[in-house]
T-cell receptor, first 114, second 114 residues
Framework: KAGVTQTPRYLIKTRGQQVTLSCSPISGHRSVSWYQQTPGQGLQFLFE???????NKGNFPGRFSGRQFSNSRSEMNVSTLELGDSALYLC?????????????FGAGTRLSVL | TQLLEQSPQFLSIQEGENLTVYCNSSSVFSSLQWYRQEPGEGPVLLVT?????EVKKLKRLTFQFGDARKDSSLHITAAQPGDTGLYLC??????????????FGTGTLLAVQP
């Protein structure tokens, strides 16, 4: 079974631009979560999608948004980029059910904002 | 706000030594996971503990969940250079709920010197 795939692996943007990151979950997983990882704040929860609906949201500004498609693939968008948005963005998928808290992570997208 | 504090933050040891990493919180979690993350990659799940007092062993790694489900420890026996990485604990934040939000610990960076 293929793992969680995130594209692109690396991105360089400038302040004010917007960016879209993509995540393909493990086949059969319907839950997709997004996390931001920085050296100062560690891993922080952004949001979770299940069956195309946002089921939970972290404490991030509205510039961070996401969506999930009918095939469970998910995208995350950040608008009006700020220098502080530079981070590793991680996507994780979960099988749900009894294993709902077990998450499988992709390798991440490294975003640099200049 | 639910927080997970890990200690120590950094650990540099020689091959063959033993070590223990701690993960503490004032909150109760329904389950707790331990992950290891290597540079440029996403976290990889090592173990999930769900019952207070539970002890799980994975080769040279021993994981324990506190009786009150607020803390956990990871003990590595005879550490090897391949154990090098960032160790993260993560608690499931929605007890009994359907969502998959994980609260991650602050991380312990382990370096095992040959």
């Amino acid at each position: 079974k293929a793992g969680v795939t995130q594209t692109p692996r690396y991105l360089i943007k400038t302040r004010g631009q917007q960016v879209t990151l993509s995540c393909s979950p493990i086949s059969g997983h319907r839950s997709v979560s997004w996390y931001q990882q920085t050296p100062g704040q560690g891993l922080q929860f952004l949001f979770e999608y299940f069956s195309e609906t946002q089921r939970n949201k972290g404490n991030f500004p509205g510039r961070f948004s996401g969506r999930q498609f009918s095939n469970s693939r998910s995208e995350m968008n950040v608008s009006t980029l700020e220098l502080g948005d530079s981070a590793l963005y991680l996507c994780a998928s979960s099988p749900g059910g009894a294993a709902k808290n077990i998450q499988y992570f992709g390798a991440g997208t490294r975003l640099s904002v200049l | 706000t639910q927080l997970l504090e890990q200690s120590p933050q950094f650990l540099s040891i020689q091959e063959g030594e033993n070590l223990t990493v701690y993960c503490n919180s004032s909150s109760v979690f329904s389950s707790l996971q331990w992950y290891r993350q290597e540079p440029g990659e996403g976290p990889v799940l090592l173990v999930t503990v769900v019952t207070g007092g539970e002890v799980k062993k994975l080769k040279r790694l021993t994981f324990q969940f506190g009786d009150a489900r607020k803390d956990s420890s990871l003990h590595i026996t005879a550490a090897q250079p391949g154990d090098t990485g960032l160790y993260l604990c993560a608690g499931a934040a929605n007890y009994g709920g359907a969502t998959n939000k994980l609260i991650f610990g602050t991380g312990t960076l382990l370096a095992v010197q040959p």
